[in-house]
């Protein structure tokens, strides 16, 4: 059954795709972040193309298996001349999908700041981006650790995806070990442990930040 | 992509798709199902003994593990492992069971949200009226957290369709397996994925809009029981 001779050979492998991984991981979140901040942003503009561009973006990435994505990512890209590392098709689909749904949250918390206050910062003369970035979204950020977590540990579960495409992540290591050493349980439950392990890290890193950052007991 | 005889070769790609999309509808629509009964079921366990013991601790040790991990490495270990002691599985029954083992850890969470938001007056004025337990389960609880979930079940609905494209690694003809052949075969890589991207947005558009036809219709026969629930017992106002 579970050799556990064999753990300390594989260790060493392991640790590094884990770091890929990680690197991965922190790439497509500041990329998707970052989108999705930017998308929430011309959707709260108001304007009209720019709230149909916001919900043509999100419905379309909401229907698309990300796997589609990262295929048209790494090799449909390079017949329009534009040739993706692994990684970079990896980051770049990743940021993109996850994208969307992190629009989708910053749109939740923007909701959560009530109207009334937009709407008397404008009457005394604030502009609409001091009312975006000086009262809604020091609000709105408050709430949102929770969800942005959560999100972080989808986007760390579709990080394993990159393996299709060959990025040498997590998730290929441990195939190869398979197919080099015809071992098959070590290396599958020492990879489950690996992600259930990192998933359970980015659950109490998010309930720390949000413990650290949330109001308490003051204003709601 | 190369616009000479697109349109043929579109033509000759849809019927190939569509049986891809066959078997993702198919098996993401058992993946739901066993998903809702084994997540009503884990949602049971987790809810025995008012929420405390050991049925209590599996249950989030088994949420945390399908939450935590990702389906691919879920569907190698359940396509790998078996066969690695001698036991082969079909990899169409693999997947289903995997994807409704995964499914299940999501739906018992939303199943778990969905009675949460019961208010807790409604079942103790049920019991005082001296209703039945089963009589409390099928008149008000059930009607209202089927109301409550159903967003969330045909989100995640749309969340399996999306990501039963990953069973096509362990050699399941579904329709991103299909599209996959397709691109080795012709080497138009663009033009088949983008053709792949319209049908699965054309499937997850149809679950949501069958979805929301039936969670409008549930609304609405929601209203009609509350109505002459509130005539049956008299009450003037709730």
Redesign the interface.
Known sequence: MFDWSLIPGLLPLFGEAALRTLALLVCALAGGCTLGFALNALRESGRRPLVAVYWSYVGLMRGLPFLILLFIAYFGLPSVGLQLSPFAAAAGALSVYSGAYFAEIFRACWQTVPKGQVEAARTIGFSPARVFWNIQAPQAMRGSVPLLANQSLLVLKDCALASVITYPELTMTAGKVVSEQFIYLEPYVLLALCYWGMSIALDFLGRWMNQRFSLKGGVR | ?NADGLLERLTAYFPVMLQGAGITMLVSSLAIIVGLALGACLLGMSLANRGTGPLTWAVTVYV??F????????L??AF??PS?FGWDMPPLLVAILVMGLNSAAFQCQILRAGLAAIPAGQIAAAYSFGMPQRKVFWNIQLPQLARAVWPAVVSEF?DV??????I??IAVADL?RV??QI?AANY???EV??S??VM??LL??AV?ALGSWVGRRLQHRGGRGRRIGLAATGASHV
Do not use: C, D, E, H
């Open positions: 992509m945390s593990f939450r935590g991990t990702p389906l691919l490495v879920q190698l270990m790998y492992l690695a749309m369709v999306k990501n039963s494209a990953i096509s690694v991103a599209t996959r691109f138009r890589p663009l994925f983008l792949a991207g699965y947005l997850t558009g949501f």
